[in-house]
């Protein structure tokens, strides 16, 4: 445990603050506030798992109750069929990553710099070009256009990994405590002509969207199973923009541990060799936004980090800055 103090109030602090000051974990606020700093392997748990906690403990310190217990037990029996191994893309990403021995020669050396964006409901609506969607996909989309053209590539789009909860295909209730998060590869269908960004964005939009689709039970079992036997070698993703779904962290009783003190910004941080291109985190934005608004936690090297918040494309989304990094970023 421990603590630190700021003179300044929390509002203040988030307005200036950078990625390595946040990262101090800074406790209290002599003008009102706190903060909470939460840090675990992924090995243990997801964020999913942290939030429960922060929940839970809220709940204790407020009321002396649990109010959504955390549920411990065992994940659900195999299901044995005939599908064949060599057929489920979600394995073979993970034994691709787990043989590379060596960082790939074309990780930026820059700082990486995080900031976190506010996106309207109805730019994202916007962005809807068919039913189903989610706000997930689409933002996710954006941001692997975005950052494509900030790494100098034109007509064709980088590598990119979802990082997806995998609870409910699993048949778990969401309270579920345990790593429940899986990291699987976008595999473009066909090569990117598209010239036209908003053309583009439909494509790699559908792309994500064909591989959330057709994620099933059985290709998340048999990776647990691989990794029961298969647990020794680090998984990395590479020189992957890695795109995280945690949008369903939303719930509508407010996080409290007193009475007049609720929380009131959220930041998450996925440290490692698993974002080594760049990470995007998407999650659910305040309520009253709108059912399709996110917020977006982007963490760039500082020169790519520019080039995306001038992107046109970015910038007809309208979105708005909850973290204040510009003059980290200017440096």
Known sequence: ???????????????????????????EFESGGLAIGLSCTHLLADPVCAMM???TWADLTLTRNMMTPPLFHSLPPRRFSNHK??????????????SLTAPPPNITEDRMVTITLLFPDPMVQSGENEPGLTGFEILSGLFCVCVSRAKGKRNELMDMSLCLDVRKLLRLDQSYFGNCMVYHKVHYSKPVKAIDRLLLLSYVVQ?????????????????????????????SNGSDLVCTN??????????????????????????????????????????????????????????????????????????????????????
């Open 1 to 27: 445990m421990i603590e630190a103090r700021a003179t300044r109030t929390v509002e203040e602090w988030r307005r200036s603050v950078t990625r390595e000051e946040e990262l101090k974990l800074v406790t």
């Open 53 to 55: 906690f922060i929940r």
């Open 85 to 98: 191994l060599s057929n489920n893309q979600l394995l073979s990403h993970y034994i691709r990553s787990c």
């Open 207 to 235: 792309e994500i969207h064909n591989v959330t689709k057709r994620l099933d039970y059985h290709a998340v079992m048999d990776l647990v199973e691989w990794l029961g036997r298969n647990n020794k070698n680090p998984i």
């Open 246 to 331: 945690l949008e369903n962290m939303g719930n509508p009783r407010p996080i409290m541990f007193e009475e007049d003190l609720m929380l009131s910004h959220l930041s998450c941080y996925v440290e490692g060799p698993v974002a080594g291109g760049g990470q995007v985190i998407v999650l659910p934005s305040p309520s009253g936004e709108g059912p399709m608004s996110r917020v977006v936690m982007i963490s760039l090297p500082q020169r790519e980090m520019v080039k995306v918040l001038e992107d046109e494309l970015l910038q007809s989304f309208s979105p708005v800055v909850l973290m204040e990094t510009t003059k980290q970023i200017n440096q």
